[in-house]
Nanobody, 119 residues
Framework: QVQLVESGGGLVQAGDSLRLSCAAS????????MGWSRQAPGKERVILAD????????SYANSVKGRFTISRDNDKNMLYLQMSSLKPEDTAVYYC????????????WGRGTQVTVSS
């Protein structure tokens, strides 16, 4: 019943900025942490950023620290990923996910949105 719908992906050039959005529905998301992952062609899925739903506690993968910012709007059940200084290696399908705050594994992922960074 949980539904996560990503949007905001597209084709951009290196150095550009892009904001991804995730609309969440089907659960009380105050009981969950949420995050973003990505999967590049031929690569495994990698967790990029994570945020608790009850506060602003966040964590980031080293590859995106200082460039990506995760945020959320609890009242609207929205999750965001602000990306800046994009690099070709950021090219991937980006997914919005949900997990229980007491566990490390994500329970649900959206269908993803494609981000392509050209040089």
């Amino acid at each position: 019943q949980v539904q996560l719908v990503e949007s905001g992906g597209g084709l951009v050039q290196a150095g550009d900025s892009l904001r991804l959005s995730c609309a969440a529905s089907g659960a009380n998301f105050n009981n969950y942490a949420m995050g973003w992952s990505r999967q590049a062609p031929g690569k495994e899925r990698v967790i990029l950023a994570d945020i608790l739903w009850s506060d602003d506690s966040t964590s980031y993968a080293n590859s995106v620290k200082g460039r990506f910012t995760i945020s959320r709007d609890n009242d609207k059940n929205m999750l965001y990923l602000q990306m800046s200084s994009l690099k070709p290696e950021d090219t991937a399908v980006y997914y919005c996910g949900v997990r229980q705050p007491s566990k490390s594994r994500f329970d649900y992922w959206g269908r993803g949105t494609q981000v392509t960074v050209s040089s």
